[in-house]
Nanobody, 123 residues
Framework: QLQLVESGGGLVQPGGSLRLSCAASGFTLDYYAIGWFRQAPGKEREEISCISSSGSSTNYADSVKGRFTISRDNAKNTVYLQMNSLKPEDTGVYYC????????????????WGQGTQVTVSS
């Protein structure tokens, strides 16, 4: 059973910061790469970042590169997304998911989508 719980979202002003957490429940997280995804209102869900199982490799969508940082602490069974310099266009529901095959092109998302955590960037 792959169960991930997102937390840390909220309302923040433009230029502010949030730290999202993705915590595993009932399984060991270190077998999987983990991706962060978001879905803005009226838009498709998109992958914005990925971290390999060991944490040695990361990637980011161009829209968040330089502002967001993904990290993981396998001992705590948790993956984080530090979001700085937030913009209104970052508003959406953020999800995490396990990924088989690493963060490259040969990959497969596993598990069902959770509830996500709402991030709203507004003045």
């Amino acid at each position: 059973q792959l169960q991930l719980v997102e937390s840390g979202g909220g309302l923040v002003q433009p230029g502010g910061s949030l730290r999202l957490s993705c915590a595993a429940s009932g399984f060991t997280l270190d077998y999987y790469a983990i991706g962060w995804f978001r879905q803005a209102p009226g838009k498709e869900r998109e992958e914005i970042s990925c971290i390999s199982s060991s944490g040695s490799s990361t990637n980011y969508a161009d829209s968040v590169k330089g502002r967001f940082t993904i990290s993981r602490d396998n001992a705590k069974n948790t993956v984080y997304l530090q979001m700085n310099s937030l913009k209104p266009e970052d508003t959406g529901v953020y999800y995490c998911s396990g990924i088989h095959g690493g963060c490259g092109s040969m990959r497969m998302r596993v598990g069902s989508w959770g509830q996500g955590t709402q991030v709203t960037v507004s003045s």
